[in-house]
């Protein structure tokens, strides 16, 4: 069965540096979607994906958030210069059509630690 | 202000109990989901539903639209059903979601 992968599983690193996360959503799908959730919080919605541009994004996804699909595989996220709230699970998400009420189907998540 | 409001934020049950978790929202959707969490972190995707009620295996889900609420219910409850259950709206766009705070289910064998 098909499935949203994402890695690394894990990562840690230092206040101020860069961080991409990546994920291969299914082959089929066109919408793309990052969520985050702080430990012992609501999963949170950040941005979504549709056509090589951003759709929507929520109050979170700053400056130093940004989003790319560099090939016809992987979505990826960067967080410019990590701040120790950056520090989540941070979910990948993608669904086959472009709005509507389509399921999403979610990636295992990438916890970032940020020390 | 939230969106979506889900109850019990806990809840404990025995094995084979019935148990039913709420989710009342406040914007306007064109449809409901509700997702499971598992101890590790990983979401799946248990229903989707615009309308009235959806059942898969011993998972039955069913929205009121006009009162902006929905339901879900697992029947004969099982330890391995122990996970954070979590109602998420998407906007009218459907580009956008709003999560509910999840409600940790454990079920005692």
């Known amino acids: 069965e098909p499935e949203v992968t994402q890695t690394p599983s894990h990562q840690v690193t230092q206040m101020g540096q860069e961080v991409i996360l990546r994920c291969v959503p299914i082959?089929?799908?066109?919408?793309f979607y990052w969520y985050r959730q702080i430990l012992g919080q609501k999963v949170e919605f950040l941005v979504s994906f549709y056509n090589n541009e951003i759709s929507e994004k929520s109050e979170i996804f700053d400056d130093q958030f940004s989003v790319e699909r560099p090939d016809g595989s992987n979505f990826t996220l960067k967080i410019r210069s990590t701040k120790l709230e950056d520090s989540a699970m941070y979910f990948c998400a993608s669904k086959t059509l472009a709005g509507g009420p389509n399921e999403q189907f979610f990636g295992p998540g990438t916890r970032l630690t940020v020390l | 202000k939230n969106e979506v409001e889900q109850s019990p934020q806990n809840l404990t049950a025995q094995e084979g109990e019935f148990i039913t978790i709420n989710c009342s929202y406040s914007?306007?959707?064109?449809?409901l989901h509700w997702l499971q969490q598992h101890p590790g972190g990983g979401i799946v995707s248990l229903f989707m539903l615009s309308s009235g009620k959806k059942k898969h295996g011993r998972l039955i889900a069913t929205i009121n639209i006009q009162e902006k609420h929905s339901s879900l219910h697992i029947t004969a409850s099982h330890p391995r059903d122990s996970a954070v259950y979590i109602c998420?709206?998407?906007?009218?766009?459907?580009?956008?979601?709003?999560f509910g705070t999840g409600t940790s289910l454990t079920v005692i064998p």
């Open positions: 914007v306007g959707i064109s449809a």
């Open positions: 998420a709206v998407p906007t009218l766009t459907g580009n956008q979601f709003y």
């Open positions: 082959s089929n799908h066109l919408y």
